[in-house]
């Protein structure tokens, strides 16, 4: 059987066995793992012009040794790429949005350090809009209601401005990410959610604020008691209600990564291994390389997966296992 090296993990694959291929420029790709070929094909530059992925480690058996301190801090390209959770073929070298369906964009890897900066911009953008909506509704409400007393507290069409003056920040800048995403959405030929919520409330908003300020250009059909009907707190309360939407997926998501970053904490981020002359030598977990011998003390941390050479202990491997006993190695 013909043999090729996985371009990802550098592992020798025989090319009838192999877990997946991919077809390239007429080339194709043999992969040992269904991981090692959705890395690929996420990003099949960054392995076929710097070979195979370094800290993605194989033991002399040929089984996966990936290293722990992989999804801490070593994988510095991994660390500034992010991808869409829906689209995993979406790649940018910095934060944003998917220009499919307008998620926020994760990192590729998780860190063991947490940054939330989207979460921070939305929550500041609610409660900005939820402190306007609230009198905005509330003077919109009372049209039906209240009309006279209204008119005579504000006279005019100074009513009609007090919406406008409430809802432009609320629409225009505490919704401008929507906006932003229903542009990426036409441009990328790809409506969703946001192509939605952009159209709604830019059109309720404009047909608003030229009945506001050009109410002469209406007929007297578009009047009721006088003045031609009003949208703002409409597109207020959507664009409110979706920024709501928004801080509780991002809380959500953050409270996933959370867990994860509890359980890299728990990695220890410096092996000891074992040198020719029998010494022990402390290094930074990335300097493990495929052969080395690693000595773990009573009550330390497995830094990397292997084979016990020498010795016996029972190891802890609830954090991969879930099972609370130790198990003897």
Same mark, same amino acid.
């Given at each position: 059987m013909a043999s090729t090296k996985d371009p990802v993990c550098g592992m020798n694959v025989d090319e009838e066995t192999a877990v997946d291929a991919v077809q390239l420029s007429g080339k194709t790709h043999f992969f040992c793992s269904k991981g090692c070929a959705a890395r690929f094909r996420a990003n099949p530059d960054r392995y076929l012009a710097g070979g195979a992925d370094p800290m993605h480690k194989t033991d002399e058996h040929g089984s996966h040794a990936p290293s722990q301190l992989h999804s801490i801090e070593t994988d510095q390209a991994d660390e500034a790429t992010y991808t869409c959770p829906m689209h995993p +073929?979406?790649?940018?070298?910095?934060?944003?949005?998917?220009?499919?369906?307008?998620?926020?964009?994760?990192?590729?890897?998780?860190?063991?350090?947490?940054?939330?900066?989207?979460?921070?911009?939305?929550?500041?953008?609610?409660?900005?809009?939820?402190?306007?909506?609230?009198?905005?509704?509330?003077?919109?409400?009372?049209?039906?209601?209240?009309?006279?007393?209204?008119?005579?507290?504000?006279?005019?069409?100074?009513?009609?401005?007090? +919406?406008?003056?409430?809802?432009?920040?609320?629409?225009?800048?505490?919704?401008?990410?929507?906006?932003?995403?229903?542009?990426?959405?036409?441009?990328?030929?790809?409506?969703?959610?946001?192509?939605?919520?952009?159209?709604?409330?830019?059109?309720?908003?404009?047909?608003?604020?030229?009945?506001?300020?050009?109410?002469?250009?209406?007929?007297?059909?578009?009047?009721?008691h006088g003045d031609v009907g009003l949208y703002f707190e409409a597109a207020a309360v959507i664009v409110t209600l979706v920024l709501l939407g928004q801080v509780l997926e991002l809380r959500a998501r953050s409270q996933t990564g959370a867990a994860i970053r509890g359980l890299l904490g728990l990695s220890p981020k410096t092996a000891r291994r074992v040198t020719p002359g029998g010494d022990d030598e402390e290094i930074p977990l990335n300097h493990v390389n495929v052969g080395d011998s690693l000595r773990v003390r009573p009550g330390e941390k497995v830094p990397v997966d292997g084979l016990v050479a020498e010795g016996s202990s029972y190891v802890d491997e609830s954090m991969i296992t879930g099972e609370p006993i130790p198990v003897e190695k």
């Open positions: +073929e979406i790649v940018r070298d910095e934060p944003g949005s998917c220009p499919k369906c307008g998620m926020a964009l994760e990192p590729r890897t998780v860190t063991a350090e947490e940054s939330h900066p989207e979460l921070v911009d939305m929550t500041r953008r609610f409660w900005i809009s939820a402190i306007l909506t609230v009198p905005l509704v509330t003077l919109a409400m009372s049209r039906m209601f209240l009309a006279d007393q209204l008119h005579a507290w504000l006279p005019g069409r100074a009513l009609s401005f007090v +919406e406008f003056a409430l809802a432009t920040p609320v629409v225009l800048w505490c919704g401008w990410p929507f906006f932003v995403r229903m542009w990426q959405s036409l441009v990328n030929r790809s409506p969703n959610m946001f192509t939605l919520i952009g159209i709604g409330t830019g059109t309720a908003y404009a047909y608003s604020a030229v009945a506001a300020i050009f109410p002469g250009l209406f007929p007297a059909s578009f009047r009721t």
